[in-house]
C-alpha cells in the first residue's frame, strides 16, 4: 500500500495497476520577476499600454515515474515609449505518470499537463501585475494540446519535405 500512496486520489481502483495513471503531486512557482521600470511617471501616462505575451514549456523527469512541467510566462507591457511593466513567471507542476504509453507522453507533457497548470499561473500573474499597481492582466484560456499538435504537424511536415526532397 505505501507504494500506492504516491500515486493517492489518481483513480487507481485494485486490479487496474497497469491502466495508464496521471496525477498531480505538486504545485509551485518556480521563478517570479516583476519590474516597474518606469514607477512614478507610468502611472501619469494616458495611453493604455500594448501587451506582448510569450509562453514556454518545458519538461523533465525528476525522479521514477515523475515529471515536472514548467510553464513560463514573460508578459512585457509598453506604453507610448515607456515600458509600463515586465514580469517573468515559471509555474510547474510535479506530475506522477505512470504505465503512459511512450508516444502518449510528450502530448501530456506539453499539452495536457500546462493546461492544468494554467489557470494557477494565470491567477499568479494578475495578482502580480495587480499588486504592481496596475488592473489585473486576465490572459485568456489557452490550447496547449492544440498548439502541440500543430507544431508537431508542422515538424512531421518539415521532415517528410526533407525526405522527399533527398529522394
Do not use: C, W
Request: hydrophobic letters at 45%; glycine letters at 10%; a negative charge.
Amino acid at each position: 500500500m505505501a507504494e500506492n500512496d504516491t500515486y493517492a486520489g489518481m483513480g487507481v481502483e485494485g486490479g487496474a495497476e497497469d491502466a495508464p495513471q496521471a496525477g498531480v503531486l505538486s504545485q509551485y512557482v518556480k521563478d517570479l520577476s516583476f519590474e516597474n521600470p518606469n514607477a512614478p511617471a507610468i502611472y501619469q501616462q494616458q495611453t493604455p499600454p500594448a501587451i506582448d505575451v510569450q509562453f514556454n514549456i518545458g519538461s523533465n523527469k525528476v525522479g521514477e515515474d515523475v515529471y515536472e512541467v514548467a510553464l513560463k510566462i514573460e508578459v512585457r507591457a509598453q506604453a507610448g515609449e515607456q515600458v509600463a511593466f515586465i514580469v517573468d513567471l515559471t509555474y510547474a507542476g510535479l506530475f506522477a505518470l505512470r504505465n503512459i504509453p511512450q508516444e502518449a507522453l510528450d502530448p501530456f507533457l506539453l499539452g495536457e499537463a500546462p493546461r492544468i497548470l494554467f489557470p494557477f499561473a494565470r491567477r499568479v500573474l494578475a495578482d502580480q501585475v495587480r499588486d504592481g499597481g496596475f488592473p489585473p492582466l486576465m490572459l485568456e484560456p489557452i490550447d496547449f494540446a492544440g498548439i502541440y499538435m500543430q507544431q508537431r504537424a508542422q515538424q512531421e511536415g518539415a521532415i517528410g519535405f526533407e525526405e522527399a526532397g533527398h529522394a
